[in-house]
């Protein structure tokens, strides 16, 4: 297990590093453009790459911290707030804290860029459907109780479908109507990084879905999550971001 968990922690500093280049062209292009749709994608990002450090720190932690009830579940929880924090951090509770952030940061640039407005009541629901979620990310938690974590990602899950569902829908209807092929790559790239991104918790959900059925964890399901965050923010920076299309 701990060879699976250095596997997942060298994978993770790769997309880190990749994700951290991505970010500072894309900070470069706000700078230069002063864009407030960039900036939107910008956080949206950058708090995808937080999730993922705190992933990544999760490993690190197991690896290497020394403390035995951090990986050993049959010991009791020390019951410290330094054993709080770090309790979530393993079960990436924190990381979902900050995709929540991400997915509620994306209806707002989703607002933006294809609505005139909120519309109240969806306001609403979002707003309350993130607080939820929010709360039991770090409140609702049941040490080595794997079937509480894959609710916490089906939470994440339903949360990114029904800001992404919308966003896809409206982005790809754009790209059909648009003439410009500058404005045309920039549609589909904003399509393509909501599909990337509900396939995000999908993949985590289907991977904790096979620790309940008895598989170790670390499957292929894990990789192709993180490795879709990437992907998301590759599609946008070069057709939305980089060129015109975003001024």
Do not use: C
């Not at 609710?151 to 896809?168: E, G, Q, S």
């Not at 096979?210 to 057709?239: C, T």
């Amino acid at each position: 297990m701990s060879d699976l968990i250095f596997l997942g922690m060298v994978f993770e500093s790769i997309i880190i590093i990749i994700a951290a280049i991505v970010l500072v062209l894309i900070l470069m292009k706000y700078f230069q453009k002063k864009h407030r749709l960039t900036l939107y994608l910008f956080l949206i990002f950058l708090l995808y790459m937080i999730a993922i450090i705190f992933s990544w720190i999760s490993k690190v932690l197991v690896l290497f911290s020394g403390s035995e009830y951090i990986y050993n579940n049959t010991l009791p929880d020390p019951g410290t707030l330094q054993s709080w924090f770090v309790l979530r951090i393993i079960d990436f509770r924190f990381s979902f804290f900050f995709l929540t952030i991400a997915i509620f940061i994306s209806y707002v640039l989703k607002v933006n860029v294809f609505e005139k407005g909120y519309n109240r009541v969806h306001k609403i629901i979002v707003i309350i459907y993130g607080i939820i979620t929010l709360a039991f990310s770090l409140l609702i938690y049941e040490r080595g109780n794997t079937l509480v974590d894959a609710f916490a990602f089906l939470l994440i899950f339903l949360f990114m479908t029904m800001i992404y569902v919308p966003f896809f829908i409206s982005s790809y209807k754009s790209f059909t109507l648009a003439e410009a092929k500058t404005f045309k790559n920039a549609f589909i790239s904003l399509a393509l990084m909501s599909i990337f991104y509900i396939l995000v918790p999908f993949n985590f959900l289907i991977d904790r879905l096979l620790i309940l059925s008895g598989g170790s964890g670390f499957s292929l399901f894990y990789f192709l999550a993180w490795i879709f965050v990437l992907l998301g923010m590759i599609a946008s920076y070069f057709g939305y971001i980089r060129p015109k299309a975003s001024e």
